[in-house]
């Protein structure tokens, strides 16, 4: 169960937050502790607009 979502701002798609694993950019399901201890999923959306392979 995945309650919170990191989407990349200014994106050139729309990223569906609404459930789980089901945006088109494949999110990626990623545990994140809290600070009681309690393990928390987060889904970790990926920009589909090449930034990470853009040439500065
Ligand atoms: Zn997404």
Redesign the pocket.
């Known amino acids: 169960m995945t309650d919170l979502h990191v989407?990349p701002l200014d994106d050139v798609v729309a990223?569906?937050t609404s459930v789980s694993g089901e945006?088109?950019?494949g999110?990626t399901d990623q545990p994140v502790k809290r600070e009681d201890g309690s393990v928390t999923w987060v889904a970790v959306?990926?920009s589909l607009d090449g930034r990470e392979t853009r040439a500065h």
């Open positions: 989407v990223h569906d945006c088109v950019c999110p959306h990926h």
